[in-house]
């Protein structure tokens, strides 16, 4: 059983609001706190609704929040996430961060080291492990229904983000590799296995002009340890564009394949007030995703709660890999990628290929 929850909010923009109906699903009395007064209308927007009177409260500021609450859920812009997060752990507080956890895998590594010096569980938000479709291709790949895996691809792809400005500047977003690809990136690691080589390329314009916005894509070829490979490939598109996600998942002994645009239960649902295909994935066939992602995690945190499928490590090396691939795709050439103890960033192994110093895993 999950003890009662006092959980600060951190954010009342769409992530937020896909995170809050599973922390109140969860009985979880709820403080949130930003920096733009939304907190306060997020909050109002739930008084007097039946079931979950007093269960959600607006906060004047950051100390206030962190003095009272079980746990933080970081739901703000990416850029925010490093300051957040430690100010959080500083406080002793548990942590659940939107992906990606930093824009940079040293920053993560940070965020890190010092929750596990605090004794605190830091938990990177990669909801998308939390989706039936997802879900079931792991455990089919886990039991060896596909025998040896050779070849994965993944694609995902909607309209471009534009309502916040952020999105816009790939210097706070990461672009679309680090802000839309990291899903699929987490994902093919996840199933098989670290990724030691990794060679990308983005077509369009990524920093926002002010212009109408343009169409963006970048496919990334990841080599995993095992020997696997992985083609993932992402799309901001035009407003009308369509929200899609597939999967094909090729073995020795079968392929799995799943496209999110034919099954009927997958939709995207707004958040606030958005034009048509700014929101948020869910699927209403099975319970919620992210209540799903917040139970676990919750659970974890309780004396005797198992470990979650999403660990720190899983959120640094999903940045790591985002971060070399963004790296890639600005110089053109493949990199290699450390996984061993001490961590390499995309900088680092750039420096390394650059000296002629071998870059070993």
Not at 23 to 50: C, F, I, M, N
Not at 181 to 195: C, E, F, K, T, Y
């Amino acid at each position: 059983m999950i003890r009662p929850l006092h959980i600060g909010l951190l954010g009342a923009g769409g992530i937020a609001r896909a995170h809050l109906p599973g922390w109140l699903e969860l009985g979880a009395r709820v403080s949130v706190y930003t920096v733009d007064g939304s907190a306060q209308k997020l909050a109002a927007e739930h008084e007097g609704r039946a079931g979950y009177e007093g269960q959600v409260a607006a906060v004047s500021s950051l100390d206030a929040l962190l003095d009272d609450c079980t746990a933080v859920d970081i739901c703000t812009p990416t850029p925010t996430h490093k300051e957040l997060a430690l100010a959080a752990v500083a406080a002793g507080r548990h942590v659940v961060c939107e992906k990606p956890l930093a824009l940079t895998a040293r920053d993560a590594e940070e965020i890190a080291t010092a929750a596990e010096a605090a004794g605190v569980h830091l938990h990177p938000a990669h909801v998308v492990r939390y989706f039936p479709a997802y879900a079931a291709m792991q455990q089919a790949v886990k039991r060896g229904e596909l025998g040896d895996l050779a070849v994965l691809r993944f694609t995902r792809g909607g309209a471009r983000p534009q309502w916040a400005p952020w999105f816009g500047d790939p210097a706070k977003s990461g672009g679309v590799i680090m802000d839309l690809m990291v899903h699929d990136i987490d994902i093919a690691r996840w199933i098989a296995g670290d990724v030691v080589r990794v060679h990308a390329q983005t077509r369009g314009v990524e920093h926002a002009t002010g212009a109408v916005a343009e169409v963006v894509s970048a496919t990334a070829v990841l080599t995993h340890a095992s020997g696997v490979i992985s083609h993932v490939t992402g799309l901001w598109g035009l407003a009308d564009q369509q929200f899609r996600t597939t999967f094909r998942i090729a073995g020795a002994d079968g392929l799995l394949r799943h496209d999110s645009t034919s099954v009927p239960g997958y939709r995207i649902t707004a958040q606030g007030v958005r034009a048509a295909n700014e929101g948020i994935p869910s699927s209403p066939m099975t319970e919620s995703p992210y209540l799903a992602e917040l139970r676990e995690f919750a659970a974890s945190w309780q004396e005797g709660g198992a470990a979650p499928r999403v660990s720190a490590r899983d959120g640094i090396e999903a940045v790591r890999i985002a971060e070399a691939a963004m790296e890639s795709s600005r110089t053109g050439r493949a990199l290699q990628i450390r996984t061993d103890a001490k961590p390499m960033d995309a900088m680092d192994a750039i420096e390394a290929i650059e000296a002629n110093q071998e870059v070993t895993r």
